[in-house]
């Protein structure tokens, strides 16, 4: 059984590369370069302007005008985003991560001190208040908490490693990351919150709690989610985007149009594709968002079900590595920490990629490692280079 041992308390402390977990490492640069890509096609000048929208459509979609001369192109950010992910994942491998245990506390008072600057002077995008603007520079403070949480929530959970099994710990935890779940929910951002309690999920899990325990608790919270909507709690945009995806034609100007262009974009690839930068839907700019939470789109229409498939194996092979980490480190604070960090991922892909597809509501998930965006590429290079510092150090 794993168990929590002291920070520098054997050899294998002592940092190397070697010890690296390489097939990790090179799956998620893999996954950012075929973004970076993506993104290029997926940011070219559009060949035709969307006709027949409503206005009101018109109104809720980005229109993606040519970057003007001055301007830095979104690739060309996503590759500097990318050499910052690799060298943050190389610089968390050379430290010990047992050592942030000692810095819980800290960690965790910073994580909500952050959230609340965020609603105090945040910017606001696409209706939720969620940027922290420093000069040139915009960062998505949630996605970072995410890995905040995941670090306290390891460290929280390793120190009750002998009362895992009890319902009582199973709710301490969850009260325990409830403040930075209001947070983020206040912005409001409902899927980073969800993102947030799938980390929760993750460590319990893998920590070797009751699933009775975890099923009781998300039973309850299934039925406060449905008595939220009965009543009324829930903000219009967010039942809007229910009803869109029950109903795309319910409500087209909140997620029912774009549903439908997803559709038609991944069903136009065919088997092979339409090929690199030829994608009809992605040119005309019909898929609002297809650089961000629709790029699978991109991928579908450009190289069809071939390749639609290959990045659904990349990111299982992903899922694979990061699960076997935590089934193979000698230290619980470690199991917990590639847990948590397994099921984050693991909700990111489920929920971006079936929302593309219509078997999951739109929540404005980005897709890891792909997406464009450098607050959640940095965060999930983050969360890699925490578990290539267990490879490095703790392997049974």
């Not at 029950?246 to 090929?275: H, R």
């Amino acid at each position: 059984m794993a168990t929590v041992s002291a920070p520098f308390s054997s050899p294998t402390a002592r940092a190397s590369l070697f010890g690296l977990d390489w097939p990790l490492l090179l799956v998620s640069i893999f996954l950012a370069v075929w973004g970076v890509f993506t993104i290029v096609s997926a940011t070219k000048p559009a060949i035709v302007a969307p006709q027949r929208v409503s206005a009101s459509i018109s109104a809720s979609i980005s229109s993606r005008p040519a970057p003007a001369a001055s301007k830095i192109p979104d690739s060309t950010k996503q590759i500097a985003f990318v050499l910052l992910g690799i060298a943050a994942i190389l610089g968390l491998a050379l430290v010990d991560y047992r050592w942030l245990m000692h810095v819980q506390g800290w960690i965790y008072g910073l994580n909500i001190a952050i959230l609340l600057l965020v609603l105090a002077i945040g910017r606001e995008v696409n209706g939720a208040k969620s940027w922290i603007v420093i000069g040139p520079i915009s960062l998505q403070m949630a996605e970072f908490s995410k890995i905040a949480v995941l670090v306290c929530l390891a460290a929280f959970l390793a120190r009750k490693q002998e009362k895992i099994g009890e319902l009582k710990v199973v709710v301490l935890s969850l009260l325990y990351i409830v403040p930075p779940l209001l947070l983020i929910l206040k912005q409001p951002d409902f899927g980073t919150m969800l993102a947030t309690l799938s980390i929760w999920f993750g460590t319990l899990f893998f920590g070797g709690a009751r699933l009775k325990h975890l099923g009781a608790v998300a039973l309850v919270g299934i039925l406060l989610f449905a008595g939220a909507w009965k009543v009324g709690v829930l903000k219009p945009h967010q039942t809007a985007r229910l009803a869109s995806f029950l109903n795309p034609d319910a409500a087209p100007e909140v997620g029912g149009y774009q549903l439908k262009q997803s559709l038609i974009a991944i069903g136009g690839g065919q088997v092979t594709g339409q090929g690199w930068g030829n994608g009809m839907q992605n040119q005309a700019r019909y898929v609002p968002e297809n650089q961000t939470d629709f790029i699978f789109t991109v991928v579908a229409e450009e190289f069809g079900f071939a390749g639609g498939a290959l990045l659904i194996l990349a990111y299982g092979f992903l899922l694979f590595r990061t699960a076997s980490l935590a089934s193979t480190s000698e230290n619980y604070f470690g199991v917990l920490l590639c847990g948590g960090f397994t099921a984050l991922l693991a909700f990111h892909c489920i929920i971006n990629l079936g929302m593309t597809m219509r078997v999951m509501p739109i929540t404005g998930v980005p897709l890891p490692f792909f997406s464009y965006g450098g607050s959640s590429f940095l965060a999930f290079s983050l969360g890699i280079g925490l578990l290539q510092s267990v490879s490095v150090r703790c392997r049974r």
